[in-house]
C-alpha cells in the first residue's frame, strides 16, 4: 500500500529487464524529466501522462543483464560502505566514552583551564571598510553545520572589520551559547571573527585543540541545562568560563588526538568510496541512456 502522491513502476513486458527498471528510475535524466514536466508552486508535482513520456535508450535483454549486473555490483559496494560508516562513527563513540568521559586518565576542569575564552564581536555594519573587500571568515552558528572546520561563511568581512573585532586563531574551538542550536561545537580553519552568538577557546600550548573539540562536543546537554530559562536561552562567558568538564590529562592527549585522526581518515575514505560509487553509477546510467 502506498500513498497516492507514490508511482509504483513495473516492466509492461520482457523489453525490460526488472531488475535494470530500478537505476533508470533513479537517473539523472529521468530525475529532470519528471522535474521539468511538474506544476503547482507550493507543491510541484508530475502527472503519470507526462512522466509516462519519458523515452530512453534501451539495450537489447543481454545487454540489459549485464549492465543491471555491473550497476547492482556497484550499488553493493556502495551500501558496505553506508555501513562500514555507521560502524566507524559507533566504534568511535564507544571509544569516546572512555577516553574523554570515564577513562582512568580524565579528569574534571573548568573549561577557563583549557585556554582562553572569547566571544565574538559583529563590527558595525554601517562602516562599510569592515565588509569589503570580502576576505575573512565571520562565523555565525549557521556556518556551524557539522563538520569539524568552519571553512565558509554566509558573511565574510575585511582585514579591516577583523582587527576590529577579537578575532580567534586557527584551531580555536567555537562553541554557539545563545539560541536553539546551544552546543553546535566547531574549530576554526584560520584566522577569523565569529559574532557574539559564540563563545570560543583558544587552547593554551599543553591543551590538544582536537581533544578538546571533541570533548566539547559532549558536552551540548550540559550546555543547554546551564543556559538562562528565556525564550532565547543564553549561556554568558562567565557561566560558560566556570562550567566543568572531563577532559584526558595531558600526557595521554597527543595519543588521544592521533587515534581521533585515524577515526577520521577512516571515515574519509569510507565516504570517498561511497560517492565513487554513487558517481560510476550515474555514469554508467548516463552511457545507457545516451
Known amino acids: 500500500m502506498v500513498s497516492g502522491d507514490i508511482y509504483v513502476l513495473a516492466p509492461k513486458n520482457d523489453h525490460l529487464l526488472p531488475e535494470l527498471l530500478p537505476f533508470l528510475c533513479v537517473s539523472e535524466r529521468f530525475f529532470q524529466h519528471a522535474v521539468g514536466t511538474s506544476a503547482g508552486s507550493l507543491s510541484p ?16 535483454l543481454e545487454q540489459q543483464r549485464r549492465i543491471a549486473e555491473i550497476l547492482w555490483a556497484v550499488d553493493e559496494v556502495e551500501q558496505r560502505n553506508v555501513v562500514l560508516i555507521a560502524s566507524i562513527a559507533a566504534a568511535r563513540e564507544a571509544w569516546l566514552e572512555d577516553a574523554l568521559i570515564t577513562g582512568d586518565a580524565v579528569y574534571q576542569t573548568r573549561i577557563d583551564n583549557l585556554g582562553q575564552i572569547i566571544t565574538g564581536t559583529t563590527p558595525k555594519t554601517s562602516e562599510a571598510r569592515y565588509y569589503e573587500p570580502a576576505e575573512c571568515l565571520f562565523v555565525s552558528p549557521a ?41 553546535k561545537v566547531a574549530m576554526a580553519s584560520e584566522r577569523c571573527l565569529t559574532n557574539q552568538q559564540i563563545n570560543s577557546v583558544v587552547c593554551k600550548p599543553e591543551q590538544n585543540p582536537l581533544v578538546v573539540f571533541y570533548s566539547l562536543c559532549r558536552q551540548q546537554k550540559l550546555f543547554r541545562q546551564a543556559s538562562s530559562c528565556t525564550a532565547v536561552p543564553i549561556l554568558n562567558k562567565s557561566n560558560f568560563s566556570a562550567l566543568s568538564i572531563p577532559i584526558p590529562e595531558n600526557g595521554v592527549q597527543d595519543n588521544v588526538a592521533a587515534r581521533l585522526l585515524e577515526f577520521e581518515q577512516a571515515e574519509v575514505y569510507a565516504k570517498e568510496a561511497v560517492l565513487s560509487s554513487k558517481n560510476l553509477n550515474a555514469t554508467l546510467l548516463n552511457e545507457v541512456m545516451r
Open 45 to 60: 508535482r508530475t502527472n503519470w501522462s507526462s512522466l509516462s513520456n519519458f523515452e530512453f535508450a534501451l539495450p537489447p
Open 143 to 183: 556556518d556551524i553545520s557539522g563538520s569539524r572546520y568552519v571553512t565558509a561563511t554566509e558573511k565574510r568581512i575585511s582585514r579591516d572589520g577583523l582587527d576590529t573585532g577579537r578575532p580567534i586563531p586557527r584551531d580555536a574551538v567555537m562553541v554557539v551559547c545563545i539560541g536553539s542550536t546551544i552546543g
